[in-house]
């Protein structure tokens, strides 16, 4: 069965870092993009980063330079989305969620369009809170 647990949430003050973790399972990484989002109370979901089974990776504006996303090198099917210089904008619960497609050209290109509705697997969720 497919399956994507996050953790790692908590309650930060603002300049504060969290980092997010995400474990994949029952089913392919091979043209695979796991993407993170987040949404705010009262707001839809917005994709705050994205890594490839190839290693490429994306950001919007709203988090470049402050969010890393990575893959662990040994435990191929761990995700991680390490958050710097947090904001109270970055309160929302986030998730993980894997998109499977049939080339790289595909999967890079779903990555970046950061779409909701491109996704076909979804982990329940982490609450970050950023706040004093």
């Known amino acids: 069965q497919e399956q994507l647990v996050e953790s790692g949430g908590g309650l930060v003050q603002p300049g504060g870092s969290l980092r997010l973790s995400c474990a994949a399972s029952?089913?392919?990484?091979?043209?695979?993009?796991i993407g993170w989002f987040r949404q705010a109370p009262g707001k839809g979901r917005e994709g705050v980063s994205c890594?490839?089974?190839?290693?490429?990776?994306?950001y919007p504006d709203s988090v470049k330079d402050r969010f890393t996303v990575s893959r662990d090198n040994a435990a191929r099917n761990m995700f991680y989305l390490q958050m710097n210089d947090l904001k109270p904008d970055d309160t929302g619960v986030y998730y993980c969620?894997?998109?499977?497609?049939?080339?790289?050209?595909?999967?890079?290109?779903?990555?970046?369009?950061?779409?909701?509705?491109?996704?076909?697997?979804w982990g329940q969720g982490t609450q970050v809170t950023v706040g004093s």
């Open positions: 969620a894997a998109s499977v497609a049939l080339d790289e050209d595909t999967v890079r290109d779903i990555c970046v369009r950061g779409d909701e509705h491109e996704y076909d697997y």
């Open positions: 029952g089913f392919s990484l091979d043209y695979t993009s």
């Open positions: 890594i490839t089974d190839d290693g490429f990776t994306y």
